[in-house]
């Protein structure tokens, strides 16, 4: 056999290999990973379910429920720190409701609860409390418009704003106890 073929087919497969760990790792490194929000969202979901559960079960009054829940929405906005801004939206239909979380400096708001959207002027840790209209309410977050239902019992719904690489992603959710 060829010692001198087996060498040029042993550097070509080396050559080759090196060649496609660099191409990898040069993929891997550019390619932008934008934020999942999935387990954020999991977490907050459960944590919400739970409670909801709770305020059904032990006959919990509305301000303590409001209680729980502006603490709740604390807890998110200290995780999270500055890196994200959160919004809890929380209430039942034909009611007062409360919107509470961090917004930056950049970012514009606005609450509408039936009569039009209203700013939210704020910046940092906020709390405002709203009287809705009936049982629709959203928020116009930067131009993009998310639109809750509020049906009878206490409802919760959610914003979580991000910005990275210089792209901004918003993920939304909630839910709802119609046993109250």
Excluded: H, W
Aim: charged residues 20%.
């Amino acid at each position: 056999m060829n010692k001198k073929a087996q060498f040029y087919f042993i550097a070509a497969i080396v050559f080759a290999s090196v060649f496609i760990a660099i191409i990898t790792i040069s993929n891997k490194a550019t390619s932008p990973n934008p934020p999942s929000f999935s387990e954020e969202g999991e977490r907050i979901e459960i944590e919400i379910s739970f409670l909801l559960d709770y305020f059904s079960r032990e006959s919990i009054s509305d301000e303590n429920a409001k209680n729980i829940l502006v603490n709740l929405s604390n807890s998110y906005v200290q995780k999270f720190g500055e890196d994200k801004e959160i919004f809890f939206l929380f209430g039942k239909n034909n009611s007062l409701i409360t919107l509470t979380g961090y917004k930056g400096e950049e970012t514009e708001l606005f609450i509408n609860t039936g009569s039009g959207d209203t700013i939210v002027s704020e910046t940092g840790r906020f709390q405002n409390n709203y009287t809705l209209a009936g049982k629709y309410s959203s928020l116009v977050l930067d131009g993009s418009r998310y639109n809750f239902t509020f049906y009878p019992g206490q409802n919760v719904y959610y914003l979580i704003k991000s910005s990275y690489n210089g792209e901004i992603f918003i993920s939304n959710g909630g839910t709802s106890s119609s046993n109250q």
